[in-house]
C-alpha cells in the first residue's frame, strides 16, 4: 500500500441475528455430540493384527492419534473458553 492510498472504511457493523447465531450453535453443539459417541476401537483390533504396518505407517498412524488427541484437548478448551466469555460480557466489574 502506498502513502497516497486512501484507507479503507472499517467495515459496517452487521446486525445481531441471534437466531442463525442459535442455528450455528445448536449444530456445533450436535456435531461435538457426534464426535463424542465415535469409537476408535476398531483402530485398535487392526492395529494388533500380524504384520499390519511398516515402520513409516506406524509412524504416520502414530502421529495422527497423538495429534487428534490434542485437537480434542484443545477443543474443550476452546469450548470452555467460548462459555467463560460468553458469561462474562456485559457482566459488571
Known amino acids: 500500500m502506498s502513502s497516497d492510498a486512501i484507507p479503507e472504511s472499517p467495515r459496517p457493523v452487521r446486525p445481531h441475528d441471534l437466531n442463525a ?5 445448536r449444530e456445533l453443539n450436535t456435531a461435538l455430540r457426534h464426535l463424542g459417541s465415535l469409537s476408535l476401537e ?11 504396518t511398516t515402520p513409516a505407517e506406524y509412524e504416520l498412524v502414530r502421529g495422527l492419534v ?15 473458553t467460548l ?7 456485559g457482566a459488571k466489574a
Do not use: M, S, Y
Open 42 to 52: 476398531e483402530l485398535i483390533k487392526i492395529i494388533r493384527q500380524p504384520g499390519w
Open 66 to 80: 497423538q495429534q487428534l488427541r490434542a485437537q480434542v484437548t484443545l477443543t474443550d478448551q476452546l469450548r470452555a
Open 83 to 89: 462459555l467463560r466469555g460468553a458469561q462474562l460480557v
Open 21 to 25: 447465531l442459535e442455528d450455528d450453535i
